[in-house]
C-alpha cells in the first residue's frame, strides 16, 4: 500500500489557517503539528522562561517568550522558548508587543517530548542560526542533557554541572544540573 504525500501549501495560505492545540509549524510547504506538552516539558519551560525574564525584563535587555510563533525565512515555527532581545521587540502605539514575530529569535530553546523526533526540532534550531539566531538549547528531560548550539560552531553537549553557555549580555549562571533540579517539586 502507497501513502500519498500531502499537498503542500504555501506560506502565506498557512498563517491564514486558524491556530491548532498544540500549535502547528510550517516547515518546508509541510504542516506539522507539535505535541502536546506533558507535565516535565511544561515545568522546565516554564523555570527557564521565569528564570531568563528575571534578569533580562527589567534592564530591557530580552525577554523570553514561551511558544511564540515566529515566521522568517520560509517557516513559521513555534520555539517552546523565543527569547528577544529588546530591540527585537517591535510595539504598537499603546507600548504593547505586536503580535506578529517576523525575525529569528535571539536565542531559541526547546525541550524535547519523547514522541518528538530530535533530528526535526535540531532542524528548526539550526534554522534559527542560519537566520541570525545567536543562541539555540536543545534540552532533554529523558537523559538530562542540554545540547547547546553556537552559529558555525560544533555543538556541545552539557551534563550535571557544566555551565550552559547563555545569551551575551544575560546575567544568568545554569548548569545543567540545576536546570534539571526544577524538575523536582514538593
Not at 501549501?9 to 491564514?16: A, G, H, Q
Not at 560552531?153 to 555551565?163: F, I, S, Y
Request: aromatic share 6%; charged share 25%.
Amino acid at each position: 500500500m502507497t501513502v500519498a504525500k500531502p499537498t503542500s501549501i504555501t506560506l502565506e495560505e498557512f498563517l491564514v489557517l486558524p491556530e491548532t492545540n498544540p500549535a502547528s509549524q510550517y516547515i518546508d510547504g509541510e504542516i506539522i503539528q507539535k505535541p502536546m506538552p506533558k507535565t516535565r516539558h511544561s515545568r522546565l519551560q516554564g523555570k527557564l522562561t521565569d528564570a531568563i525574564n528575571r534578569v533580562t525584563e527589567e534592564l530591557r535587555i530580552a525577554y523570553a517568550f514561551p511558544e511564540l510563533r515566529c515566521t522568517f525565512a520560509g517557516r513559521s515555527i513555534v520555539p517552546d522558548i523565543a527569547v528577544l532581545r529588546w530591540e527585537q521587540i517591535k510595539f504598537d502605539e499603546n507600548g504593547e508587543p505586536v503580535d506578529d514575530v517576523l525575525v529569528a529569535p535571539a536565542w531559541t530553546i526547546e525541550v524535547l517530548s519523547p514522541e518528538q523526533s530530535s533530528n526535526r526540532v535540531t532542524g528548526n534550531i539550526l534554522h534559527c542560526l542560519k537566520q541570525g539566531c545567536e543562541l539555540g538549547w536543545l534540552v532533554d528531560p529523558g537523559d538530562r542533557s542540554i545540547l547547546v548550539f553556537l552559529p558555525n560552531q560544533q555543538p556541545e553537549l552539557h551534563h550535571g554541572h557544566d555551565a550552559l553557555t547563555v545569551l551575551d549580555g544575560i546575567e544568568l549562571q545554569l548548569t545543567a544540573e540545576q536546570v534539571f533540579s526544577w524538575l523536582k517539586m514538593g
